[in-house]
């Protein structure tokens, strides 16, 4: 996606840690939000983060740095049906998505 | 729990011929989307509606394209005539609001698709 990048590709092992970086420059800022999207089917929403810092979901968690135009999604405690694409989507009005980056969890 | 209903799920069609896809979504939400995914890419905003207003349709390649959200609810999208470039899958997804002013969460939650493959 324009003005968007994450790296296309990353694989890692069952039960570590893997962070999935992401660039924006967009004017009109308006969040950041993280998707998930297995093989086939639709993207499902992960997380929201607005304000600078670190935003904790269970296994789950996302960075932001708006200073940087930087976020992060760490995924902990791999599982192998974490295996999917993350997609990296900034709001400025409208929701402007990345190409995504293709998890591989291997065993 | 709610969900974007879409339809079909699949369309085989040949080039030159007339698709449409269906998408109703999640009941209360002013916001509807239609995106364009091709294979390894991300979502493309085709057109976004406001209730039965476009918002923003500049993406939506209009000489073949159109799509229309007459009372609000549920929308449709066209193409005439397919070509082979527009083989991909066409996601709908709606929020409870959006457009330029908006602030928040504005968390889109997606119908299943409909994928489109151009002989």
């Known amino acids: 996606g324009q003005n968007i990048d994450q790296p296309t590709e990353m694989t890692a092992t069952e039960g570590a840690i893997v962070q999935i970086n992401c660039t924006y420059q967009t004017s009109g800022f308006n969040g950041l939000f993280w998707y998930q999207q297995h093989a086939g089917e639709a993207p499902t929403f992960l997380s929201y983060n607005v304000l600078d810092g670190l935003e904790e979901k269970g296994r789950f968690s996302s960075f932001l740095s708006r200073s940087k135009g930087y976020s992060y999604l760490l995924l902990k405690e791999l599982q192998m049906k974490d295996s999917a694409s993350y997609l990296c989507a900034e709001n400025a009005g409208k929701s402007t998505f990345g190409d995504g980056t293709t998890l591989t969890v291997k065993p | 729990e709610a969900e974007v209903a879409q339809s079909p799920r699949y369309k085989i069609t040949e080039k030159s011929q007339a698709v449409a896809f269906w998408c109703d979504p999640i009941?209360?939400?002013?916001?509807l989307y239609w995106y364009r995914q091709i294979l390894g890419q991300g979502p493309e905003l085709l057109v976004q509606?406001?209730?039965?207003?476009?918002?923003?349709d500049s993406q939506l390649p209009k000489d073949r394209f159109s799509a229309e959200r007459l009372k609000g609810v549920d929308s449709t999208l066209k193409i005439q005539p397919a070509e082979l470039g527009d083989s991909a899958m066409y996601l709908c997804?709606?929020?409870?609001?959006?457009?330029?002013?908006?602030?928040?969460?504005?968390?889109?939650?997606f119908g299943a698709g409909s994928r489109l493959t151009v002989l």
């Open positions: 509606f406001q209730d039965e207003s476009v918002v923003d």
């Open positions: 009941s209360g939400h002013a916001t």
């Open positions: 997804a709606s929020s409870p609001w959006g457009g330029s002013q908006s602030s928040g969460a504005n968390v889109l939650t």
